[in-house]
C-alpha cells in the first residue's frame, strides 16, 4: 500500500500528463509534503513563496472585507 507521500506525488505527476510542468503540495509554512518539479527549479523556495503569498491574500482578505463593513 502506497503511502500518503507516494499517493500525492503520484497525483501530482499525473498533472503532468495537463501540461503542468511544476507542481507542489505544501503546508502553510512552506513545508514541502510532496513535489514533482525539474532540478531547475528550488522546491523550497517555490514552497516558501507560495506560503508567503498564501498568507498575503489572507492579510488582504480581512482587510478588504473591514473596508466593506466600513462602507
Given at each position: 500500500?502506497?503511502?500518503?507521500?507516494?499517493?500525492?506525488?503520484?497525483?501530482l505527476r499525473?498533472?503532468?500528463?495537463?501540461?503542468?510542468?511544476?507542481?507542489?503540495?505544501?503546508?502553510?509554512?512552506?513545508?514541502?509534503?510532496?513535489?514533482?518539479?525539474?532540478?531547475?527549479?528550488?522546491?523550497?523556495?517555490?514552497?516558501?513563496?507560495?506560503?508567503?503569498?498564501?498568507?498575503?491574500?489572507?492579510?488582504?482578505?480581512?482587510?478588504?472585507?473591514?473596508?466593506?463593513?466600513?462602507?
Open positions: 500500500m502506497p503511502t500518503i507521500k507516494e499517493s500525492l506525488e503520484r497525483i499525473d498533472l503532468r500528463e495537463e501540461n503542468i510542468e511544476v507542481s507542489a503540495i505544501a503546508t502553510r509554512d512552506g513545508l514541502i509534503m510532496a513535489s514533482d518539479t525539474p532540478k531547475s527549479v528550488p522546491r523550497e523556495t517555490l514552497a516558501a513563496m507560495a506560503a508567503t503569498m498564501y498568507k498575503a491574500a489572507e492579510v488582504a482578505t480581512a482587510e478588504l472585507k473591514k473596508a466593506i463593513r466600513d462602507v
